[in-house]
């Protein structure tokens, strides 16, 4: 019998050996010893010279989910070595990306000796050169591409410099690495934000990131943090969901709808001992996050978006922030590459664009292709970011739309693993939850059951969402699949994953249909 088990083997190009050390026990995880890794010993160094020296040290982080997880991890480090430091996460709108010679100027007004900056200052030439002349060191934590002419830091960890492994960890990985190698040891919490950090910026979940995250999942279903567990929608079931979609969106919203500095109060957050203070921030968490569903729904549907189309190129008034979303949205929905412009607030001739698009078109290349009209581009293969002239958009426009009709984006040929109605147990579903944590690098399989007789499936809502029992603990479950439609074939064959839901302590497994076909 072909077990879930097997099938699983199958699809991961497993070897049952390579399944026992993958979901090895915990307990046998062990992370890399800070001390091993090149610059470690430098940047542990003078950051203890500077606490014995009594130096104004500052942390200079980065306004997402990875740079906030970052940041706090710093903080936290020194509130654990008892020595105060400063931190800084600047704002999308007012600061832009990275340090700058402009904040750089500021802080040493301030008298800052030490700067250590997380999830950026890999390619920050400008400002380092600037700390330097000033009398600054900067000691850079990064993961970002390595640029052909390395900054002039004091010393950089970074995975692929300072040879940590090939696999490219996080943001707040990396500083994971710089707190173990100041506290020799590896905080808890500290381990959990990093696992956050590996999730939320979709590191591929191979090598070091993949134990990391599966110590973080354990410690968090463990341990119960406070600050991360009230931004849970089911706190009864904590999975790398848990982090993808819960955590992370809501941490985000705040760098994509603030225009000011209040994102720093996310530091606070995460690092605070006041569960009064934290319950506070939290409410303001929500409500921006609630805010940013309600405009980036809003921008969808009133989006002049046409169909047939080869590529997308959309002008409109949305904040910077989410029009990586918006373009996201776009290009599930239509299946051809997206770019979304809006105006820059800091000068309204140029336009910010954010780019989304799948296997066929790639956006790195698009940008070569589409070089004389910008003015500042970068990204990878499927998403980017860029600006250009407003008084360019249209022609753009065109030379946007032709490109996309020479590359169309490939039409996805996903491998399913096929199952039967009595396959959807909970027992195979703990089998299944044996291979997580899934992510980047490690997709979580789609399921794929073939010819269901329509006549046995029953719906709810007049007709609109498929639901249909299987059993006590199961069923089927379909969202915006109508009856009519359905019921107009004999059979179909359905595409899903089996998701855990749980109310009133009952817990139920499902077959979330994402697709079907006649």
């Known amino acids: 019998m072909n077990s879930i088990y097997n099938k699983l083997l199958e699809y991961y190009h497993l070897s049952d050996e390579e399944f ?5 026990p915990l307990s046998e995880v062990v992370l890399k010893d800070p001390t091993t890794i090149n610059g470690m010993k430098e940047a542990v160094d003078r950051i203890k010279r500077s606490i014995k020296a009594k130096e104004k040290i500052i942390i200079y982080g980065d306004y997402d989910c990875d740079g906030i997880s970052a940041t706090s991890i710093m903080v936290k480090t020194f509130s654990k070595l008892n020595y105060p430091v400063a931190y ?13 010679v402009e904040n750089i100027s500021k802080i040493a007004k301030a008298g800052y000796k030490l700067i250590i900056t997380v ?10 050169d600037k700390a330097k002349e000033l009398g600054i060191d900067v000691i850079v934590v990064d993961h970002h591409e390595v640029p052909v002419e390395k900054v002039n830091a004091f010393i950089i960890i970074h995975p692929i410099v300072s040879k940590i492994s090939p696999i490219v960890g996080s943001g707040g990985y990396m500083s994971l690495f710089l707190s173990a190698g100041l506290l020799g040891y590896y905080d808890d919490y500290l381990v959990t934000l990093a696992g956050l950090s590996t999730i939320s910026d979709l590191m591929e979940l191979k090598d070091y990131n993949r134990d990391v995250v ?41 760098g994509r709808m603030q225009e000011d500095t209040s994102i720093n109060r996310l530091v606070k957050y995460l690092t605070s001992e006041s569960s009064e203070e934290i319950i506070n921030i939290k409410e303001w968490i929500i409500s921006t996050n609630e ?8 921008a969808i549907i009133t989006l002049p978006v046409l169909d047939n189309l080869s590529g997308i190129c959309l002008l409109t008034d949305m904040k910077e922030g989410l029009i990586g979303l918006i373009a996201n949205r776009v290009m599930n929905d239509k299946k051809v590459p997206v770019i979304v412009f809006t105006s820059d607030d800091k000068d309204p001739t140029i336009l910010k664009g954010s780019i989304r698009s799948k296997e066929g078109f790639n956006v790195v290349k698009a940008f070569k292709s589409l070089d004389k009209y910008l003015l500042t581009g970068g990204g990878h293969a499927l998403a980017g970011g860029l600006s250009i002239k ?3 958009f249209e022609n753009f426009k065109t030379d946007f739309e032709n490109l996309c009709r020479q590359y ?31 992510g980047m690098g490690f997709k979580e399989p789609t399921f794929e059951i073939d010819s269901l007789p329509t006549r046995s499936l029953s719906f709810i809502s007049q007709g609109k969402h498929l639901s249909t029992p299987l059993s006590i603990k199961s069923k089927i479950l379909g969202f915006n699949l109508n009856e009519g439609e359905i019921k107009a074939n004999k059979t179909i ?25 006649k």
């Open 20 to 24: 026992k050390f993958l979901s090895k």
């Open 88 to 100: 800084y996460i600047p704002s999308r709108y007012m600061d832009g990306y990275g340090i700058n």
């Open 119 to 128: 999830d950026n200052g890999i390619s920050a030439n400008e400002a380092i």
């Open 214 to 254: 599966r110590l973080a999942l354990n410690n968090l279903e463990n341990n119960h943090y406070p600050s991360l567990m009230m931004l849970l929608d089911n706190p009864s079931l904590i999975t790398e969901k848990s982090f993808a979609l819960e955590i992370a969106p809501k941490i985000n919203s705040i």
């Open 291 to 298: 805010e940013r569903k309600n405009l980036t729904k809003e």
């Open 390 to 392: 407003k008084a360019d």
């Open 408 to 438: 169309p984006i490939e039409e996805e040929n996903e491998q399913t693993i096929k199952i039967s109605l009595t396959d959807i147990t909970l027992d195979n579903y703990k089998i299944l939850r044996s291979f997580a944590p899934f």
């Open 493 to 517: 064959n359905i595409f899903g994953n089996f998701n855990l839901s749980e109310y009133r302590n009952v817990q139920t497994l499902e077959f979330r249909i994402s697709k079907y076909t």
